[in-house]
Each structure stands twice: as structure tokens, then as C-alpha cells.
């Protein structure tokens, strides 16, 4: 009976082990076909190690965009703060991002140095920020804009650039926010020649042609009496969005004691939050206020 079984054992085991060699055989075949090969044609796109990756994303012809839906000029704030909230959104969604700052219908996402997320691959870092983005836009989009449908999807557009030192990092966000200055201050005047004068828009380009700063801050005072410095922070300076610990209050249901049940009390929890400055970045205050935003190791 002995025998019968171990030959019944053997014949069962050859069965399997042949089942088996099929299996692993067909598996092989399976995940390496003869297509194969056309994964060398992707190119690679690794960000070189230890370099910060800033991708910038731009709205797409949001001059037609800001027309179409009646943005204030120069500044819309509703627009602005939804910018703001989609930027925060992609770093509480993404990997890594240490810092953001945004203006106008643009936004720059700074991921560490040691990043290695999705292995530094520059397509994934980009198209991750731009769809989340901007899905984030039009998802948020009525919580800003009240009274204003979004009458067609907005774009936008991403790229990459590596930056390998903390100096030149810190001279591509300097560059963002000195291009926020020029343009707004440019913008605010222009557009007082032409709301509070009533001059054309050609008129108001023609005035301002080859003037500097320190005259059409001139003009801005006397003609219309307003102190460039006293205009908002936001449109002066733009966004910056760093992490920072924030106090939450939520209210809570109480489960215990019995007699209290049904009943809810405030609770506070501490979270780290990406939160919206607007204040100068090319000086060294605000770098050396917040020294872990450029520490190699945090
Ligand atoms: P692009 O980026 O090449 O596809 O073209 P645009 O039209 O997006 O040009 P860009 O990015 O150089 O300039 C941003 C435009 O967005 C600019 O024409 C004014 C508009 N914009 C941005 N923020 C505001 C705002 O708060 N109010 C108004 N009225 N317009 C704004
Ligand atoms: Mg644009
Ligand atoms: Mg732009």
C-alpha cells in the first residue's frame, strides 16, 4: 500500500512541478513580450542628485481667462486666494515641497534637495503638480467666485528647472517676486490713468513709457494720492506658502461621561499647515527666520 501511495505522491507531485514550470514560463513570457523593447525609447529624465527642483506652473492665455470671467483689475483677490488655495492643495497632496510662492496666474513648487520621489523623474514631478492644480482651480473654483460660473476649463502650463546651490534657488525666487514688483506697480498705475483719468489704454501706455519706479510711484502719489507701500501685501509681494505649525479648532462629540453624551466641545490640535506669507524673500530676514526651509537635512 506503501508503494501505491508514494508512486500515487510521486506521479501527483511531477504534476505539479510541471504545472508549476508552465506557470513561471507563461509569467515570464507574459511581462516580457516581444514589445517590450519600446521602453527604450523613453528618455530619462532624472533631476540631477542633490539639486532643488522648482517646477512653475503659468495660466494658459489668462488674459483671455481674467477678460472672460471679470477679474478686477490690476488685481483680483478672489482670484488670487483661489491660486493660493490650489498651491496649497498640491503640497498637502504632493511629496517634499518646502516652499511655494505664486503671482499673477503663475506658481513656483520647491521640492528638497534630497527628494526622491517618484525617482526624481522631472515628467512626474511636473505633470503631478499641473493636474492637481489644476483640477484643484476649477474644484475650488465657487467657493471664490460666488457669483461667476466658470464658463470653460483653464490650462496650465509646467516646466522643471534644477537649481544646485541654496544661492541660486534663493536668486530664481528673488527673480519671481522682483518680476511681482515691476509688473504690479506698472499695473497699478496703468490702471488708475485709466479708471481715475479716464485716459485710453493707449494713452495710459504712451504716459508711462520709460518711466521708472521712482516716477510712477510719483505719479501715483500726486495724481491719485496713493502710497504704492500702503497697497497690499499680496499684490505687492505675492504668496509665499511655507510649512508652518497652526492651532485647530474643531468641535468634537463628547462620548464620555453618560449625562454629557450628544453633547460637543471645542477641541484644539496642533498641524503643520502650508501657510500664506506675503513678505519679502530676496532679503535675508525671512531666510534666516525660517533657516529650515534651506537646511540640507530637514
Ligand atoms: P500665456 O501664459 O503665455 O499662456 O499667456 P497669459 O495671457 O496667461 O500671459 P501671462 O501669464 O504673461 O500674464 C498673465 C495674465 O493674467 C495677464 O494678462 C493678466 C492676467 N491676470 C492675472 N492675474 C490677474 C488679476 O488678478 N486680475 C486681472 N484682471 N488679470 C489678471
Ligand atoms: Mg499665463
Ligand atoms: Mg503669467
Same mark, same amino acid.
Request: charged residues 30%.
Given at each position: 500500500m506503501w508503494a501505491s501511495c508514494n508512486v500515487e505522491v510521486r506521479d501527483c507531485l511531477a504534476a505539479v512541478s510541471v504545472t508549476l514550470r508552465w506557470c513561471v514560463r507563461l509569467g515570464a513570457t507574459m511581462a516580457k513580450s516581444?514589445?517590450? &523593447?519600446?521602453?527604450?525609447?523613453?528618455?530619462?529624465? $532624472?533631476?540631477?542628485?542633490h539639486c532643488w527642483v522648482v517646477v512653475r506652473l503659468d495660466g494658459r492665455n489668462f488674459h483671455r481667462f481674467a477678460e472672460k470671467h471679470h477679474f478686477a483689475k490690476p488685481n483680483d483677490s478672489r482670484a488670487l486666494h483661489l491660486m493660493t488655495k490650489c498651491a496649497q492643495t498640491v503640497m498637502e497632496e504632493l511629496e517634499d515641497i518646502v516652499i511655494a510662492y505664486g503671482q499673477s496666474d503663475e506658481y513656483s513648487f520647491v521640492f528638497k534637495r534630497k527628494s526622491n520621489w517618484f525617482k526624481r523623474r522631472a515628467s512626474k514631478f511636473m505633470t503631478h503638480v499641473a493636474s492637481q492644480f489644476a483640477s484643484s482651480y476649477v474644484f475650488y473654483w465657487r467657493d471664490y467666485?460666488?457669483?461667476?460660473?466658470?464658463?470653460y476649463p483653464p490650462g496650465f502650463d509646467g516646466r522643471v528647472v534644477v537649481y544646485p546651490s541654496n544661492q541660486i534657488l534663493r536668486d530664481y525666487l528673488s527673480w519671481r517676486q522682483a518680476d511681482c514688483h515691476i509688473n504690479n506697480l506698472y499695473n497699478t498705475v496703468f490702471w488708475a490713468l485709466i479708471q481715475?483719468?479716464?485716459? $485710453?489704454p493707449i494713452q495710459a501706455q504712451e504716459r508711462l513709457q520709460g518711466t521708472l519706479a521712482a516716477e510712477k510711484n510719483e505719479i501715483l502719489f500726486s =495724481?491719485? !494720492?496713493? !502710497? &504704492? !507701500? !500702503? =497697497?497690499p501685501p499680496m499684490y505687492r509681494k505675492g504668496t509665499v506658502l511655507i510649512w508652518q505649525k497652526v492651532d485647530e479648532v474643531m468641535t468634537k462629540e463628547v462620548k464620555l461621561p453618560a449625562e454629557m453624551e450628544g453633547k460637543t466641545m471645542a477641541v484644539t490640535r496642533t498641524r503643520t499647515k502650508p501657510v500664506p506669507l506675503h513678505c519679502d524673500?530676496?532679503?535675508d530676514a525671512f531666510w534666516k527666520e525660517h533657516p529650515e526651509i534651506l537646511d540640507e537635512d530637514s
Open positions: 516581444k514589445f517590450e &523593447y519600446v521602453r527604450d525609447f523613453e528618455a530619462d529624465d $532624472t533631476c540631477l542628485a467666485f460666488k457669483d461667476q460660473h466658470l464658463l481715475q483719468s479716464g485716459l $485710453t =495724481e491719485f !494720492n496713493i !502710497n &504704492y !507701500n !500702503n =497697497e524673500i530676496i532679503g
